[in-house]
C-alpha cells in the first residue's frame, strides 16, 4: 500500500515538474514563507484532535525542510482562503509567497497549492488515510516532499529516516547495552533494528540506488568482545561479518557508489585507514587494504565525497587530532599514501567529518572554548565556520539528503539527545525518541 500510495505521490511529482515553479525571494531570508489554512474535513470519520496533528505534521514537514518556514493560525488568511482569494494582498503584505489549502472527505486528503503573486493553482487529490496517526504521519511525509518538489523543484526529506543507537543499562551493575534503532526524520515511529543483546555503535545506512530507498546498514558489534564491522538488512534482522580481518575495527563509511568501505583497523598493530573494495551483490570484494597510515598516530572517523575519489578522515599525526583530504585515487593495495591534505587549521580536538551530500561541505566537531561544537569547512572557499553555541557538547553530525540540514547528537552527564539543525534557521529542534542515550545519528541517503 506504501508503495501504491508512493507511486501516486511520484505521478503528482511528474505532473507538477512539467511546469515546475521555482520561487524566489526579494529579501535575505533563504526560506520561503507559506501559509497552511486550517484543514477542512466532513467530520464523518476523523475527531478534529486528529486532523489537527495532521495539521502539526505538515507544518513541522514545511519548517524543518531546509527551504520553507510554514505559519498557521491566521483566521483572516483561513477566510481568504476558503474564498480562493489566494491573490489577496494581504498575503503578499506578510510575504507569505505560497497559501496551502487541505480537505479531508471521505477518508481522503486534497492539498491545493496557490501563488498570492501569480495566478496559478496546483492540486493533489485521493490520498486515503486509515485513521492511524502512525501511518498517516507517513503519507503527511510523502506530500511535504511533493509540495517541496512543486515549489522548489527539488526533493524533500519529510519522508527519510535516522540510523542511531540507544545506550540503556543492561541487567548486570555497571554494565550497559546500546542497539542500532531507526526513526523517521522528525522522531516517530522508532523500532529496534539490531538484536544483538551486547553493545552497537556507528550505524550507517548503504546508499540505495537511484530512485529507490536503503535497505541495508553497516554496524560496530562488540558481541564477539573485540568490536568488528557487520551487514545487517533493515528487514529482517540477520547479520553477517563484512571482514575476518584481526584486531579491532570500527568507524565504518560506505562511498555514494557503493563500491568501497572505508574503516579504522589496527590489524598492523596501528589505528590506520582501510578500504575494503565491496558490492552490494557480492559482499566484500578481496582483501581490505591500508590506505594511510602515520607512525605512533591514530586514524579515525572516514567518510567519502559524494563522487568517491576523496575521503575525509582524523589523525592526530602532527600532535593534535584534525580533519585531513586523502585522494582516493592514489592507494592502491600495498601502497599507502604518504600525502593528505590539512583542513582544520582553525579548530582542534577535531572529530567525526561528515561530507555534504552536495560535495561543498564537511561537517565535523571541535572543541571549542572547552565545549564540542559543530563545525563546517567550505570546500570551495577552504573556509572553517563554527555553526553551533552553547555549552552543550555536541557529536557525531551527519547530513539530510538536500545538503541543507544536519542531525547530530548531544553529550552531557545524563544522556545524548538528537537534534535537528536547520542551516538556514541555526536554531536546533530537538528530535523526540523516547529515553535512553541517543549517539551515532545517521541519515539516510537518497
Known sequence: MHHFLFLLLCLFFNVLSADSMVIELATDDPRTPVYLASFSHDYKNF????????????????????????????????????????????????????????????????????????????????????????????????????????LFDSPGIASTKLLYTLRSP??????????????????????QITLDAGYCISPTYVPPKEGKTSSAFLYVSYANGQPKLFLAPLKDFKPQRLSLLRGNQLMPAVSRQRNKIAFISDATGNPDLFIQDFSTEKGPIDKPYQAFSSHKATQGSPAFSPDGRKVAFVSNKDGNPRIYILDISQVSPGKPVKNVKLISRTSRENSAPAWSPDGTKIAYCALSDGVRQIWIYEVDEEKETQITNGSIHKENPSWAPNSRALVYNSNTNEGGELFLLDLAMPIPTQIPVGKGQKRFPSWEPR
Open 47 to 150: 475527531q478534529a484532535d486528529y486532523v489537527r496533528q495532521l495539521e502539526h505534521i505538515l507544518c513541522y514537514d514545511l519548517s524543518h525542510n531546509g527551504s520553507s518556514v510554514c505559519s498557521v493560525g491566521n483566521k483572516q488568511f483561513d477566510t481568504l482562503i476558503t474564498q480562493k482569494r489566494y491573490q489577496d494582498k494581504s498575503f503578499a503584505n506578510n510575504g507569505i509567497m505560497c497559501c496551502i489549502q487541505a480537505s479531508i472527505a471521505d477518508k481522503k486528503l486534497s492539498i491545493i497549492l496557490a501563488s498570492t503573486n501569480d495566478n496559478w493553482t496546483k492540486a493533489l487529490e485521493g490520498v486515503s488515510l486509515k485513521g492511524n496517526i502512525d501511518e498517516d504521519r507517513r503519507q503527511i511525509h510523502l506530500i511535504a516532499d511533493a509540495i517541496h518538489n512543486s
Open 170 to 191: 543492561a541487567d548486570k551493575p555497571n554494565t550497559w547495552n546500546s542497539e542500532v534503532w531507526e526513526c523517521d526524520y522528525d522522531g516517530a515511529n522508532a523500532r
